[in-house]
C-alpha cells in the first residue's frame, strides 16, 4: 500500500540545529530512558535488547549508532565492542561522552545526513528512534548504506506513530505516563513500516521485522536490514 509523506515542514527562517537542540533539551532521551514511567522504561528496555540481540556485536567491531542521543542504546553493547556515535546536538554529544567514558568511545557532533566516515567503513550500525526527527530520512539512510560495509548488520527501530497517538489519547489521564520526552513537537514524520519501506528503497533490504512490544501491540518496529549493493550507474 503507498504511504503519503507525512512530513512537516521546519519553516526556512528557523535554524534546524538550534531547533533540533531545543527539542534535545525539552525531550531529553536520557531522561526519557530513566525518568519516565516504569512502563515506557520497561518498553524501552525491549527496544534496546531487541537492538542488541538483532545486531550480533562482535569482539573488536566499531559499532556506528547514528543519532546517539545521551548514550543509552550504546552503553548497553557488550564490552568488547567500540562504541561510535554521532548526534546533532551539542548537549547531547556531551551527555555520551560522559555515559561512555572508559569505553573507548568516539563520539562526535555531526549531521547524519552528511556522516564524516568514509564509505564501506561499518560491520555494525544503529540508527534508533531517529529517522522520524530528521528532515530527509531518505538521505540519512542512504548515508547509512554509504558507510556500511557490504556485509553489514544494520539495525533500525521506528515508533508506530498512528497506535502511539492512540495510546496517548486512550491514556490522555493518565499524565505521568506521558510526563517525559516523546512529543510529536520533535517528530518531522509519522512513521509506520509502510513509510519505512518507502524511505529506504534503493538502500537496505529489511531482513527481520520486531514488534515492541508484541504482534498485537506493536507500539515500535526493530528492524534487521542489509545493504543494498551498489550498482554503476
Known amino acids: 500500500m ?41 518498553i524501552e528496555r525491549q527496544r534496546v535488547r531487541t537492538i542488541i540481540r538483532l545486531l550480533q556485536p562482535r ?10 542521543g545521551s548514550g543509552n542504546v550504546l552503553e548497553a553493547l ?30 562526535a557532533q555531526a549531521n547524519a545526513e552528511q556522516l564524516p566516515f568514509p564509505t564501506n567503513h561499518f560491520s555494525r550500525i544503529i540508527c534508533t528512534e531517529v529517522l522520524e526527527h530528521v528532515q530527509r530520512p531518505e538521505v540519512v539512510l542512504g548515508e547509512i548504506a554509504r558507510v556500511a560495509k557490504p556485509d553489514a548488520i544494520i539495525v533500525i527501530s521506528i515508533p508506530n506513530e498512528r497506535l502511539i497517538d492512540s495510546l496517548r489519547r486512550w491514556t490522555s489521564g493518565i499524565r505521568p505516563l506521558w510526563r517525559t520526552g516523546g512529543a510529536d ?19 537496505l533490504e529489511m531482513r527481520e521485522v520486531v514488534p515492541i512490544i508484541a504482534e498485537w501491540m506493536p507500539i515500535r518496529y526493530v528492524v534487521r536490514c542489509v545493504r543494498l549493493p551498489v550498482t554503476s550507474s
Open 59 to 68: 569482539t573488536g567491531d566499531m559499532v556506528l549508532e547514528v543519532g546517539c
Open 78 to 107: 557488550p564490552h568488547g565492542a567500540k562504541p561510535v556515535g554521532i548526534d546533532l546536538s551539542s548537549m547531547l554529544v556531551a551527555e555520551s561522552r560522559v555515559r561512555l567514558a572508559g569505553r573507548g568511545s568516539m563520539i
Open 185 to 203: 513537537e520533535w517528530h518531522l514524520h509519522a512513521f509506520d513500516m509502510a513509510y519505512l519501506y518507502q524511505k529506504a528503497a534503493g538502500h
Open 2 to 42: 503507498e504511504h503519503s509523506d507525512q512530513t512537516l515542514t521546519i519553516r526556512p527562517e528557523i535554524d534546524f540545529r538550534a531547533w533540533n537542540e531545543d527539542m534535545a533539551r525539552k525531550y531529553s532521551p536520557g531522561r526519557y530512558h530513566e525518568e519516565s514511567h516504569f512502563l515506557i522504561r520497561w
